[in-house]
């Protein structure tokens, strides 16, 4: 068992950590070493005090908090003992309760969790007459979270007639559609342990000793439900700071730190953690004169040893200004300061506004920068209608979940179209969404409903795949909606795959796929070679990064080395003249693709060469009918294929008599049970399936008795659509496209079951040919950096052919990318190289500076770990649908956050966001009035908080602090911060000439 490191623990920290089992209060200032408490507090319990770790209970406020603790304590104790103490946020551990007892709450399975956009969609559903501009519904959902706590808290203040009708509306549309919101998870955890005793008792015995981090932010109900828990044992630990409380928009007060006192401590006294860490004397004094302006409900004092620079004030007269001052003090700062990189800046602002203007500016200016903002994991819209699509194909009753993903879905194609539906929708007077999506298609054009057809398709076939089992597992089922889903407004080479050559359709890259593949999957070492150094180089990196995996090497040839050329060694040689010594040789230069090319195309084919079959079972099915209209016509054959690895192996066909009629031909009732014995378990695959065969196969067989097929079901014209295939309801457009022909001998059903298995074999050869030229786009930046450096007969030349002149383009924009770290990284390499006539070369050739706002829609290796995180939730469930209520659960928990990510850049952060964080340098922008403090700080606990606010960001920085503030930002004159003056901080007036009026 580890034990306590006196040294590594002032006086104060090791009293909290070794503090006797019972309620303890820790109030820890900035950079005091809370965190670092906390995890030897649960250590010393586990090891010095015998407590069993799965007794333990952390609660926390962001995931970020918990995955860092989770990390410290695998090291102080060990993996094994951490992953059995629970630790996360409050949300997390109350979605845990009522999963465990949703039938007890009353709740359905697979409920959901409605975030912004769904909340956003139901309310826009009660009331259907309002705005649905986004930021109209935002102040709406304000005020419904506004009454709901005002409903929970001040029942005995009478609620005006219209804000009942609104939050009694929202509350039926939850309901309706099987969700819950983040209130309500907290709200249902603490009432089913308040009003079930016995369940109460269970988790009081599980959870004997409970940890609070950041006890000033807990609202009432989470006040409440750490008292529920823990007010038998008394074994609370909660760490606290009064002085950063700055989520009162969120219900949280300060002045649950003084309750807790009163119900736990009985007279104990609180443990003051007073030691800075972090912060220098500058910085620390200024933030205590500051922060000294509000009322204390602690006295205490905090101090630090670490010294620094003074502490600047800065004013501006316009944001442009601010933001070229800023973007140049770092670069000096870089080259001044050899250990501080990019990553040890922040610059923090109050308003989001300030960041996008501050991004554009760092991005013209060549400063890596990462805004956090809108550019997380689960903002790109991609992503985005992924989970939405999942959401309804788990619960198909859940219709704003349906109605979310088609909006999202049609307004990346036409913005009129949702709007046209909703129209139809209110016209009709239809209660359902879904159904009026269903209908509408019917009452136009098909060229004006093919995209409504197409989205209510892709969800209808996501639908059954998760409903009946139609696919394997998650990642496969991600793979195929990320692949239909519309992405014609993005930067992405899916909507370029007709200026892209396939791997496999390259004869000498098809034998060097035949080489490197077998090593690649059993290990070994890959050399590439070429005589260009640079080249090289960023061959050798594309490589690595695509094909990295445990055994096997990737190295550079470097002519002149000494290669070990072993048995299990392999040569990529990327000069033009082929190697006179072929022997462990392969030759990749002579391609028309030019090298970089060559090279992504060989990684593409290796990555893809291993990806199972789709759908290698099936029956494809056609129906002959009397009629077109789907309610009334009448089945008058019935033909049926079956498919084994892409091979017909059994044939079935019936005519069919019509109702009417008589003689020897068999009634639809005869046919029935032999087509369903044809049929077994297959997933039945049709075209225009879901509008009309099945349909009108499910009506017939219903109006005769029998029951509902219960197999799976793939309409294959969605995902024709989403090929840019002139797919219609029509079979015979997709016959032509894939060069196919019928037998005029056949009976038309048979006919048609026949060609459509031979349009669907083409169309999974046009699938995974798709895939393979769409793989290993977040690499596109490093083939873009190759392309500058493409030789030909030893010269270089960038007279690019079309396919090189595409990948260059969507590469070069991320390459230019406001975070992008190639050409530095390439110039750290390689000194004698310039980053600024790269980046200036790049941008010739690309002719345009991008937008980081476009590059924010569309970020591969965003796309990237959104798979990896379903290859992680569908491994780790039972089912394809535990899988993917774990994924929602998960997204819907973490996209509340901020995503930052460890790339070496500048952070462009907000003060909110910053909390929890530090920085060596630290920029603070906006300290003007109406700003910060808001134009909402309107009495003095507003106001108040606005200061909590500023001692927060004041308090990131470690050894150097700059504070600024302008004259004019877009559209408005701005007058200083009344935050000056209780600094104490004087400005140094950049430009500014008088003072400003608002």
């Known amino acids: 068992m580890p034990e306590l490191d006196p040294i590594t623990l002032n006086a104060r920290q090791h009293e909290a950590v070794t503090a006797p089992i019972g309620p303890v209060l820790v109030l820890a200032g900035p950079g005091t070493g809370k965190t670092r408490v906390l995890t030897e507090r649960i250590a010393y319990l586990v090891s010095?005090?015998?407590?069993?770790?799965?007794?333990?209970?952390?609660?926390?406020?962001?995931?970020?908090?918990?995955?860092?603790?989770?990390?410290?304590?695998?090291?102080?104790?060990?993996?094994?003992?951490?992953?059995?103490?629970?630790?996360?946020?409050?949300?997390?551990?109350?979605?845990?309760?009522?999963?465990?007892?949703?039938?007890?709450?009353?709740?359905?399975?697979?409920?959901?969790?409605a975030d912004e956009d769904l909340q956003r969609t139901l309310i826009y559903r009660a009331f259907p007459r309002l705005n649905p501009n986004e930021s109209n519904l935002n102040n709406v959902m304000q005020n419904v979270n506004r009454l709901k706590w005002q409903r929970r808290y001040k029942a005995h203040v009478p609620m005006k007639k219209g804000d009942a009708a609104l939050l009694d509306q929202y509350e039926a549309e939850l309901k309706k559609n099987r969700l819950i919101d983040f209130d309500d998870l907290i709200f249902l955890a603490h009432d089913l342990l308040h009003s079930h005793r016995q369940i109460l008792a269970d988790y009081r015995a599980q959870f004997q000793h409970i940890l609070v981090d950041e006890f000033q932010d807990t609202d009432p109900v989470q006040y409440a439900l750490v008292?529920?828990?823990?007010?038998?044992?008394?074994?609370?630990?909660?760490?606290?700071?009064?002085?950063?409380?700055?989520?009162?928009?969120?219900?949280?007060?300060?002045?649950?730190?003084?309750?807790?006192?009163?119900?736990?401590?009985?007279?104990?006294?609180?443990i003051f953690l007073e030691e800075n860490y972090r912060s220098s004397t500058e910085i620390l004094r200024l933030a205590r004169v500051f922060i000294a302006n509000n009322d204390v409900l602690f006295e205490r004092s905090i101090h630090t040893q670490r010294s620094g620079r003074r502490v600047r004030g800065m004013a501006f007269d316009t944001f442009e200004e601010e933001g070229q001052f800023i973007a140049g003090d770092i670069w000096d700062r870089i080259r001044e300061t050899p250990d501080l990189v990019h990553r040890d800046i922040a610059v923090l602002y109050p308003q989001h506004a300030i960041g996008s203007e501050l991004e554009r500016i760092f991005m013209r200016a060549n400063v890596p920068c990462l805004m956090a903002h809108r550019r997380g994991l689960f903002d790109q819209p991609v992503i985005r209608r992924a989970l939405s699509v999942l959401r309804y194909a788990l619960d198909g009753a859940n219709d704003a979940s349906l109605e979310l993903f088609l909006r999202r879905e049609l307004e990346a194609v036409d913005p009129k179209l949702y709007p046209a539906v909703r129209g139809f929708q209110k016209q009709k007077n239809i209660g359902s969404f879904k159904q009026a999506a269903f209908l509408y298609p019917r009452t136009v054009s098909e060229e004006e409903g093919v995209d409504v057809e197409r989205a209510l398709g892709l969800a209808g076939v996501v639908h059954n795949a998760v409903q009946k089992g139609a696919v394997a597992s998650l990642p496969h089922l991600v793979d195929d909606i990320l692949d239909q889903l519309n992405t014609s407004e993005l930067p992405s080479l899916k909507n370029h795959l007709d200026d892209i050559v396939d791997p496999l359709e390259l004869s000498d890259l098809n034998i060097a796929l035949n080489r490197v593949l077998p090593l690649w999957r059993r290990g070994g070492t890959l050399y590439v070679a070429c005589r260009d150094e640079v080249l090289r180089h960023m061959l050798t990196t594309l490589i690595r990064?695509?094909?990295?995996?445990?055994?096997?090497?990737?190295?550079?040839?470097?002519?002149?080395?000494?290669?070990?050329?072993?048995?299990?060694?392999?040569?990529?040689?990327?000069?033009?003249?082929?190697?006179?010594?072929?022997?462990?040789?392969?030759?990749?230069?002579?391609?028309?693709?030019?090298?970089?090319?060559?090279?992504?195309?060989?990684?593409q084919a290796i990555h893809c060469a291993d990806l199972p079959a789709y759908m290698p079972e099936y029956t494809a099915f056609a129906l002959e009918t009397a009629g077109d209209d789907p309610d009334h016509a009448q089945i008058t054959g019935l033909g049926a294929v079956r498919v084994r690895d892409g091979r017909v192996v059994d044939t079935f066909y019936s005519p069919v008599r019509l109702r009417e009629d008589k003689g020897e031909t068999p009634t639809f009732q005869e046919i029935y049970l032999a087509f369903q014995a044809f049929v077994g378990i297959d997933i039945l695959v049709a075209h225009n399936g879901?509008?009309?065969?099945?349909?009108?196969?499910?009506?017939?067989?219903?109006?005769?008795?029998?029951?509902?097929?219960?197999?799976?079901?793939?309409?294959?014209?969605?995902?024709?659509?989403?090929?840019?295939?002139?797919?219609?309801?029509?079979?015979?457009?997709?016959?032509?496209?894939?060069?196919?022909?019928?037998?005029?001998?056949?009976?038309?059903?048979?006919?048609?079951?026949?060609a459509l298995y031979r349009v669907f074999e083409a169309m999974k050869k046009e699938r995974a040919s798709r895939y393979r030229r769409m793989t290993h786009e977040r690499l596109l930046d490093h083939v873009a950096l190759g392309l500058l450096f493409r030789t030909r007969d030893g010269v270089r030349d960038t007279e690019f052919s079309r396919e090189e002149h595409m990948h260059f383009n969507l590469g070069a924009q991320r390459l230019l990318g406001p975070a992008n770290l190639c050409i530095r990284n390439l110039v750290?390499?390689?000194?004698?190289?310039?980053?600024?006539?790269l980046r200036g070369q790049t941008r010739m050739l690309l002719g345009e500076d991008p937008r980081p706002d476009v590059l924010a829609l569309h970020a591969p290796d965003q796309i990237q770990r959104f798979r990896d995180l379903c290859e992680r939730h569908g491994a780790a469930a039972p089912s394809l649908q535990e899988g993917i209520r774990n994924l929602l659960d998960f997204a819907d928990l973490y996209k509340v956050e901020l995503d930052t990510q460890d790339r070496d850049a500048v952070h462009l952060l907000t003060l909110h966001a910053a909390?929890?964080?530090?920085?060596?340098?630290?920029?603070?922008?906006?300290?003007?009035?109406r700003i910060l403090p808001n134009a909402r700080a309107l009495n003095s606990a507003d106001l108040a908080e606005q200061r909590r606010l500023l001692y927060v960001g004041i308090t990131r920085a470690m050894d150097r602090l700059t504070l600024s503030c302008v004259q004019h930002r877009p559209g408005r004159n701005m007058a200083p911060s009344r935050f000056w003056d209780e600094l104490g901080l004087e400005r140094d007036d950049r430009g500014v000439d008088a003072a400003p009026t608002a």
Not at 238 to 265: C, K, T
Request: net charge neutral; glycine share 6%; aromatic share 8%.
């Open 48 to 113: 010095r005090r015998g407590v069993y770790p799965e007794n333990i209970l952390a609660l926390t406020f962001t995931n970020k908090a918990a995955a860092e603790l989770q990390i410290r304590l695998s090291r102080t104790l060990s993996k094994e003992t951490a992953e059995v103490i629970t630790a996360g946020t409050f949300h997390r551990f109350c979605i845990s309760i009522l999963r465990e007892h949703r039938e007890t709450v009353g709740l359905p399975p697979h409920f959901g969790i």
């Open 227 to 270: 008292y529920l828990l823990g007010a038998a044992h008394r074994s609370v630990f909660v760490v606290a700071d009064d002085e950063q409380s700055i989520y009162g928009w969120r219900h949280a007060r300060p002045e649950h730190i003084e309750q807790f006192r009163d119900d736990f401590l009985k007279g104990r006294p609180p």
């Open 690 to 754: 879901y509008a009309f065969d099945f349909q009108v196969l499910h009506r017939e067989a219903r109006r005769n008795g029998r029951s509902r097929m219960p197999n799976p079901t793939v309409d294959i014209l969605p995902m024709a659509r989403s090929y840019g295939a002139t797919a219609t309801r029509d079979l015979r457009p997709l016959c032509e496209r894939y060069d196919i022909a019928s037998d005029p001998n056949d009976p038309p059903a048979r006919a048609r079951a026949l």
């Open 828 to 837: 750290q390499h390689y000194p004698r190289l310039d980053a600024d006539r």
């Open 915 to 929: 909390k929890g964080l530090e920085f060596r340098e630290v920029y603070i922008c906006g300290l003007e009035d």
């Open 545 to 603: 990064d695509a094909l990295a995996r445990p055994g096997l090497i990737i190295r550079e040839a470097v002519p002149g080395s000494r290669l070990d050329v072993l048995s299990d060694t392999l040569i990529l040689s990327f000069d033009e003249d082929p190697p006179k010594t072929p022997q462990h040789f392969l030759h990749l230069g002579g391609l028309a693709c030019g090298a970089m090319l060559a090279a992504l195309k060989l990684c």
